[in-house]
């Protein structure tokens, strides 16, 4: 079975900076990775699939790269409202599986 | 508007049973593969079970096959989990979810419930 791996586990910046989160597969997966936001208290929503193509509605501050083992999640001008939890999850093949989360902080 | 509503869930003893529910609209059924998946308190998401649109066709996460059993009903627009022996481990708030592809399974999500939260304790 493929094993996800983010880091950091939790990171803090201010409003403006550039953040990156980052995924790993413990296989190749091609492109078939989605990343997900989930707001405190909240369901989850989808962000990104197929590694770097934006879900419908989500801001244009969000993009997602990457292919095979490694892929990224930035913000590129962190706002307050993306005070959240992001996951990314393996869609290759069953059984399916999620990043362990990044938390994300306002410093 | 696509809606997930979720029942079913309480308070299990250790060893027990339970039938998760969750009742869909705002879209056709019975084009899509659903999902459910499950959030321990304070934990990450994990991946449960997925059923295709005919329900010829299921997975299940290893943690666990051979307890719970994913179904669906088309002609009731529901989806159901039933979970056997339970453990304290299976405390979460269980979510479903419906996959993005239509007609074929895409195995990410672009619609979840609110959530039915399932407590096993002694």
């Known amino acids: 079975d493929i094993q996800m791996t983010q880091s950091p586990s939790s990171l803090s910046a201010s409003v403006g900076d550039r953040v990156t989160i980052t995924c790993r597969a413990s296989q190749g997966i091609r492109s078939y990775l989605a990343w997900y936001q989930q707001k405190p208290g909240k369901v989850p929503n989808l962000l990104i699939y197929a590694a770097s193509t934006l879900h419908s509605g989500v801001p244009s501050r969000f993009s997602g790269s990457g292919s095979g083992t490694d892929f990224t999640l930035t913000i590129s001008s962190l706002q307050p409202e993306d005070v959240a939890t992001y996951y990314c999850?393996?869609?290759?093949?069953?059984?399916?599986?999620f990043g362990q989360g990044t938390r994300l902080e306002i410093k | 508007e696509v809606q997930l509503v979720g029942s079913g869930g309480v308070v299990v003893h250790p060893g027990g049973s339970l039938r998760l529910s969750c009742a869909a609209s705002?879209?056709?059924?019975?084009?899509?593969?659903m999902h459910w998946v499950r959030q321990a308190p304070g934990k990450g998401l994990e991946w449960v079970s997925l059923?295709?649109?005919?329900?010829?066709?299921?997975y299940y996460a290893d943690s666990v096959k051979g307890r719970f059993t994913i179904s669906r009903d088309n002609s009731k627009n529901s989806l159901y989990l039933q979970m056997n022996s339970l453990t304290t481990e299976d405390t979460a708030l269980y979510y479903c979810a419906k996959d993005s592809g239509h007609y074929y399974g895409a195995y990410y999500f672009d619609y979840w419930g609110l959530g039915t939260q399932v407590t096993v304790s002694s």
């Open positions: 999850q393996n869609y290759n093949s069953a059984p399916l599986a």
């Open positions: 059923i295709n649109w005919d329900g010829s066709d299921t």
């Open positions: 705002g879209f056709i059924f019975d084009d899509y593969t």
